[in-house]
């Protein structure tokens, strides 16, 4: 297994995960129209081309042969600061629990470490049994957000950061 940087020419392979990926994930969290309405926000081309381009965000894929297992983007220096943001990590529901989560993480550690970052940060659903995984390898929940995202919908989530 590697992980690799994805193009913009490979956002198709983002939007096939997430296809695959979030309607599990959320389906016990967040009601079918909420998934629907956020995967159209996140992972619509001119969305995901707009995070490459202009958001600074890079994505990196978990590849086992010509088999795409999950994802992970992030932004170093975010806000001007020594922290790297971790925006999306998800990995295919049939291979959770495997390392690849871990190894995503790790990568964009020594990623941000190469470049003066000093933390991590991820936000996550309050709810999402992410939340354990997280903690287990050393983030802390450092508070919690309401993001009103539009449409009605709000997302409940935990800030979590760990120092490299």
């Known amino acids: 297994m590697k992980v ?14 997430s296809d ?4 599990p994930t959320f389906a016990d969290i967040l ?27 890079r994505y990196l894929l978990a590849k086992d042969g010509d088999e795409y297992l999950g994802y992970v983007s992030y932004e170093l220096n975010y806000k001007e600061s020594e922290i790297t943001k971790i925006h999306k990590i ?13 190894l995503f993480l790790d990568t964009v550690g020594d990623i941000a470490k190469a470049n003066h970052n000093r ?10 049994k992410a939340v354990d995984f997280y903690k287990h390898i ?10 009103d995202i539009g449409n009605g919908f709000l997302m409940e989530d935990y800030i979590l950061n760990k120092k490299l």
């Open 31 to 57: 009601s079918e129209e909420q998934i629907g309405y956020m995967m159209d926000m996140m992972y619509s081309t001119t969305s995901l081309e707009q995070q490459i381009q202009e958001l600074g965000h």
């Open 20 to 23: 695959r990926i979030w309607p």
């Open 90 to 102: 998800y990995v295919l529901p049939s291979i959770q629990g495997k390392g690849i989560g871990r």
């Open 138 to 147: 050393g983030f802390e929940i450092i508070g919690k957000e309401d993001i």
């Open 119 to 128: 933390k991590l940060s991820l936000n996550v659903n309050r709810f999402n």
């Open 4 to 17: 690799v940087e994805a193009s913009i020419d490979e956002i198709f392979i983002i939007q096939s995960l």
